[in-house]
């Protein structure tokens, strides 16, 4: 069974980079037919997708978080890492790592989320 | 992009059947049939209930079932139970090659 989960700071000051890690567990991360990806989700409020990244290193970004994106892809770890610059309170939510399929049609597996808050 | 168009709220009462609706365009949900509904409790990641607009990943209940007309895709739940109130979202795959949500909606099971 596949797991993901991530890791990284629960506390960014504002305007510093937000950078957190997922690392893939029971299945392989160059798996031809996955695509890797992160969700946040503000407290409250709905999901959103930050962007996916494929084993090659082709990416996807969301266009309104595009400028400040950065997602990578580590295959002889099995890991992937999101890292999002110049946040403000707005970026505080829980973020989810998760498994996407082609076209990103179903997000079939998911971290169990961490909450990181911008504050000072 | 702009997140796809969803009631906030829907409810009905155990045994009834409802329907959620998630609104796009012709660049997303019009134009491909990649469309998903994910439910949601509180505190937990979301789980996938429906994919390909209308496909039912194993496991899930077949009181779970998807369609799509023009850029309006639907998710109809049937004989609801107590165990299905939760948060429903809708996602589709763009022309952009991205990925849009819903806004979600709240069912509740009266």
């Known amino acids: 069974q596949l797991q993901l989960q991530e890791s990284g700071p629960g506390l960014v000051e504002p305007s510093e980079t937000l950078s957190l890690m997922c690392s893939v567990s029971?299945?392989?991360?160059?798996?031809?037919?996955?695509?890797w990806g992160w969700i946040r989700q503000p407290p409250g409020r709905g999901l959103e997708w930050i962007g996916s990244i494929f084993y090659t290193g082709r990416t996807y970004y969301s266009p309104s978080l595009k400028s400040r994106v950065t997602i990578s892809v580590d295959t002889s770890k099995n890991r992937f890492s999101l890292k999002l610059s110049s946040v403000t309170a707005a970026d505080t939510a829980v973020y989810y790592c998760a498994r996407l399929g082609p076209y990103f049609r179903s997000i079939d597996f998911w971290g169990q989320g961490t909450l990181v808050t911008v504050s000072s | 992009q702009s997140a796809l168009t969803q009631p906030a709220s829907v409810s009905g009462s155990p045994g009834q059947s409802i329907t959620i609706s998630c609104t796009g365009t012709?660049?997303?949900?019009?134009?491909?049939?990649?469309v998903s509904w994910y439910k949601q409790h509180p505190g937990k990641a979301p789980k996938v209930m429906i994919y390909d607009v209308s496909n039912r990943p194993s496991g899930v209940s077949n009181r779970f079932s998807g369609s799509k007309s023009g850029n309006t895709a639907s998710l109809t739940i049937s004989g609801l139970q107590a165990e299905d109130e939760a948060d429903y979202y809708c996602s589709s795959y763009t022309r952009g090659s991205t990925l849009v949500f819903g806004g979600g909606t709240k069912l509740t099971v009266l």
């Open positions: 029971g299945g392989s991360i160059s798996d031809s037919s996955s695509y």
């Open positions: 012709n660049s997303d949900v019009g134009g491909y049939d990649y």
